[in-house]
C-alpha cells in the first residue's frame, strides 16, 4: 500500500471499529457518516467512545477549516466530552501547515498525538512472558478489571473507563480481549477485533506501576495470535498514543499516518 492508501486504511479502521464499539454502549449512539466527517459518539464518560473524524482525502485549508467548524459544533451539543481524531496524511499538504491555527480558530485545543500503523505480519507465534499468565475475558470481573487498566494507564478516572465497557457483551464475544495476570492480577490487557478483512487492535495499557517490563508487547501478541487463529486474517491495523508508538514496531507494525487528537477548548 502507499502512504495515502494506508492513512485511509487507518481513517477507515476508526470508523468501522468505533461504529461497532459506540452502539454496543448505546442503541441510540450518534453514529452518523456526514459530508466529510464521520461521527462515533456515545456520549458516555469514556471520551475514546466520542469521536469525530475528518474523511476527505486531499482537503485543502479552506475545506478544512470548513470541517473543524462543523465538527466543533457536533462536539459542543453532546453532554460528555471527547476528541475529534485527525489523520494528517488525508490533508493535501497546503492544509497541514495551517492546521494548528485553523484548530485554534475553530475552537479546538491539541490534546495529544498518536500513529496509524499496519502490518501484515500473521499468525504470530503463541507468545509467552516469565512474569504473566494470559486470560481471555469472558466476565464482568474480567471486563472491570479490562476498564481499570485502562483508566490507569491512559489517567482517567476508573468510574470513566467502567462506563465505557461494564457490562459489554461485545467485548466477551467478538472481541478477543485478553488480561496478562501477574501472580494472579491483572497488570495489562489488549484485545483485536476483526474489521473489515482486518485485525484492529485496541484499547492496550498496562498499569503504571508495571509499565517497560514487555508487559503490553506479550499481551498484544496473545491478542493477536488468538484473533488471528481464530479468524485466519492476515493484516492488523491499530493506532497508537505516543507512549505506545515503540511496543508496536518490535511486533512487526510499521507506522502511518500522524494522528492528531484535539478536544474542545474550555
Request: hydrophobic share 40%; aromatic share 10%; charged share 25%.
Amino acid at each position: 500500500m502507499t502512504g495515502r492508501t494506508e492513512s485511509v486504511e487507518s481513517m477507515e479502521q476508526l470508523a468501522t471499529v468505533w461504529r461497532a464499539m459506540v452502539l454496543d454502549r448505546d442503541a441510540d449512539a450518534d453514529v452518523r457518516d456526514l459530508p466529510g466527517i464521520a461521527v462515533r459518539w456515545a456520549d458516555c464518560r469514556f471520551a475514546f467512545w466520542n469521536c469525530v473524524t475528518l474523511t476527505e482525502t486531499g482537503a485543502g485549508a479552506e475545506l478544512v477549516a470548513e470541517r473543524l467548524g462543523r465538527a466543533v459544533d457536533i462536539m459542543r451539543a453532546k453532554e460528555h466530552p471527547g476528541f475529534l481524531w485527525l489523520f494528517e496524511d488525508l490533508l493535501d499538504a497546503e492544509a497541514r501547515p495551517s492546521l494548528a491555527s485553523a484548530a485554534d480558530k475553530a475552537g479546538l485545543e491539541y490534546a495529544f498525538s498518536g500513529t496509524g500503523m499496519a502490518a501484515d505480519l500473521l499468525p504470530v507465534p503463541e507468545p509467552v512472558h516469565p512474569d504473566l499468565t494470559f486470560v481471555r475475558v469472558t466476565t464482568d470481573e474480567h471486563l472491570r478489571a479490562y476498564a481499570d487498566i485502562n483508566s490507569l494507564g491512559y489517567g482517567f478516572p476508573l468510574e470513566e473507563g467502567r462506563d465505557g465497557l461494564a457490562g459489554s457483551a461485545l467485548w466477551k464475544d467478538k472481541v478477543h480481549a485478553y488480561l496478562g495476570l501477574r501472580g494472579g492480577i491483572p497488570v495489562t490487557c489488549a484485545g483485536t477485533v476483526e474489521a473489515d478483512g482486518r485485525l484492529f487492535v485496541v484499547l492496550v495499557a498496562t498499569d503504571p506501576r508495571w509499565q517497560r517490563r514487555g508487559y503490553g508487547e506479550a499481551v498484544t501478541r496473545k491478542a493477536l495470535y488468538e484473533g488471528a487463529r481464530a479468524t485466519g486474517l492476515t493484516r492488523a491495523t491499530l493506532h497508537a498514543t505516543a507512549a505506545g508508538a515503540p511496543v508496536y514496531p518490535r511486533i512487526g507494525f510499521e507506522p502511518n499516518s500522524p494522528i492528531h487528537f484535539y478536544g474542545l477548548k474550555d
